[in-house]
């Protein structure tokens, strides 16, 4: 018999087995070859991920708003209600 893990059967995390755990009807015992994945699966998904193309950062500036040139005197005068005359 292999080592053993909790997952939760609720998402599917996984703990190190724990007698506590074990007696939550909320996980199940699993097995370890139930939890790590074959060595061939493991390379396969390494070899995928290897061929995929860097994602680009895309910096470019050109949807920044330019500012207001102008603000309304209502506004200008709302904002400057407290300041010192």
Known sequence: MGKRYIRVRKDGFIYDYNEY???N???EVVEEA??????EVVEEIVAKRRGRP???LDLSTADIPEPP???????AADAARKWPK
Do not use: D, G, M, N
């Open 25 to 27: 009807p909320a996980c």
């Open 69 to 75: 040139i102008h603000t309304p005197p209502e506004l």
């Open 54 to 56: 860097k994602a680009a």
């Open 21 to 23: 755990l074990a007696r």
């Open 34 to 39: 139930e939890v790590i994945p074959p060595q």
